[in-house]
């Protein structure tokens, strides 16, 4: 209905309530103690410089609401960094710098970051990353797909950082999606482990 949701649209605070009472919702219905708080897009035919302070000064507040809102729940707000060039170049929120730089203004321990994790870059991630996505780049497949990032060893470093969250897997599959999880597989053969990650 929100499409890339309204967390940073000026003027949409009350849509963006609504919609946060709906997933708070839903979030219980499922028992799942994370929400993706998603920034919006910049409205058409605004230039994103001309905007760019609005949209955060109501991003933060909206994000404090939210905040506050889940923290009654037991629950934590993801912030996830879209890439402008690739996805959508509209979209408000564009980097994990930028995401950690809204997160320290609006302060709230509940609220952290969504990102891929970038190897040279683990800093990034941890903290205040309360959930971890991966797929290949550039052609966002599984990751012992032909890209640019090493995951075994992105995998080990995110072991020795500490990270003991969930790592979701936001790929397009080549083929069948249990054959895409081989991957998965040959990992924990790698590590001695069993099917399962026992």
């Not at 990270?163 to 081989?182: I, S």
Request: hydrophobic fraction near 35%.
């Amino acid at each position: 209905m929100w499409g890339q949701g309204l967390g940073a649209v000026p003027g949409r605070q009350p849509e963006f309530r609504e919609g946060l009472a709906l997933a708070v919702n839903y979030a219980k219905a499922l028992a799942c103690p994370r929400i993706h708080l998603m920034a919006g897009r910049i409205p058409p035919r605004a230039e994103r410089a001309a905007v760019a302070t609005t949209m955060e000064d109501t991003f933060i507040e909206n994000l404090r609401y939210a905040a506050d809102l889940l923290a009654q729940e037991d629950m934590v707000g993801l912030l996830e960094p879209i890439n402008s060039r690739i996805t959508d170049p509209r979209y408000f929120l564009t980097t994990p710098h930028q995401a950690a730089a809204i997160l320290e203004k609006v302060g709230r321990p509940n609220l952290r970051l969504q990102p891929v994790p970038v190897a040279t870059q683990p800093s990034l991630c941890l903290p205040p990353s309360g959930h971890i996505q991966i797929a290949q780049v550039p052609g966002r497949h599984e990751p012992d797909s032909p890209g640019e990032v090493n995951f075994p060893y992105l995998f080990q470093l995110l072991e020795t950082l500490g990270y003991d969250g969930y790592v979701g897997c936001e790929y397009k599959p080549q083929g069948d999606t249990l054959e895409g999880l081989g991957w998965l597989r040959s990992y924990w053969q790698s590590r001695g482990l069993q099917a399962g990650g026992s």
